[in-house]
């Protein structure tokens, strides 16, 4: 088995540092000096916003889909009220 070799947040890429668990990316954020936070993220700036862009269009598709089964279950009701009202007028 290889062994991994990298030791600092300079020896990854955007994508490789967001998929490492959670225990190293907190290693690595903690080892890293503000300078060079900084500029592994000034490195990496576009990237990050593009994630973010992802981000959020996914949260858009998501409410969109939220507001669309609301949508149907306010209809659904509505109908199932108007229904027994004139079900109720008929007897």
């Known amino acids: 088995m290889e062994k991994d070799n990298k030791k600092t947040i300079f020896d990854y890429t955007f994508e490789?540092?967001?998929?490492l668990p959670d225990r190293e990316a907190d290693r690595l954020t903690?080892?890293?000096?503000?300078?060079?936070?900084?500029t592994w993220c000034e490195k990496y700036k576009?990237?990050?916003?593009?994630?973010?862009?992802?981000e959020l269009e996914n949260l858009k598709k998501e409410t969109r889909?939220?507001?669309f089964k609301?949508?149907?279950a306010i209809l659904a009701v509505l109908i199932?009220?108007?229904?027994?009202?004139?079900?109720?007028?008929?007897?």
């Open 30 to 38: 903690k080892f890293a000096t503000d300078d060079e936070w900084s």
């Open 46 to 54: 576009l990237e990050w916003e593009e994630l973010e862009k992802t």
């Open 70 to 72: 609301l949508f149907r």
């Open 16 to 19: 490789e540092y967001h998929e």
């Open 65 to 67: 889909v939220l507001y």
């Open 80 to 91: 199932f009220v108007i229904l027994l009202i004139w079900w109720g007028k008929t007897d």
